[in-house]
């Protein structure tokens, strides 16, 4: 006949560590962060584990950003809806249809402006390569003229042309 005592609890050591972080859940993100600088203090090692573990175990951001994006109902997504839908005062929906209607044509208009900028800028930039690249063409052929070079180069080209 076999005794046994019920002094050691089954499981081993992985029973110990889902009770030890089932303990840490009830107490919070504060606690989890605790043990974690607890354990940079005692051997740096523990630490890092315990930050990784808080980290891709989804504990530390659990109630951050990404779990708000999950959730349809949290976030810019529900406003911008609501925003669209009629709120049954006339005076203010025809208000708010007029704004967005002019803010849309502003909106335009602005866009627009900043083509016609971007396009006047890629011409006068343009401009100013052609003049100096026509400047340093001229300057090729007076230096050429000065030299008493007369002779067309080999290949038929001007000078200062490709």
């Keep these: 006949m076999q005794t046994y005592s019920d002094t ?11 009770r030890g972080e089932s303990w840490l859940d009830r107490r919070g993100k504060g606690a989890w962060i605790a043990a974690m600088v607890l354990g940079f203090i005692i051997f740096w090692p523990v630490g890092l584990a315990l930050l990784a573990y808080m980290i891709w175990g989804k504990r530390m951001f659990a109630s951050s950003c990404g779990h708000r994006r999950a959730n349809p109902d ?4 529900r406003h911008a809806y609501r925003a669209a839908q009629a709120t049954g005062n006339h005076a203010f929906d025809g208000y708010k249809a007029e704004a967005l209607r002019r803010l849309e044509e502003e909106q335009e208009a602005f866009e627009a ?19 100096d690249r026509a400047r340093a063409t001229a300057e090729q052929d ?21």
């Design 8 to 18: 050691a609890r089954p499981g081993g050591i992985r029973n110990t560590l889902r």
């Design 74 to 77: 949290h976030g810019w997504g």
């Design 113 to 131: 402006f900043l083509q016609r900028l971007r396009n006047s800028k890629d011409k006068t930039e343009f401009d100013a390569f052609m003049e």
């Design 142 to 162: 007076a230096t050429a003229s000065e030299a008493g070079s007369d002779a067309k180069p080999a290949d038929g080209a001007r000078a200062g042309e490709y």
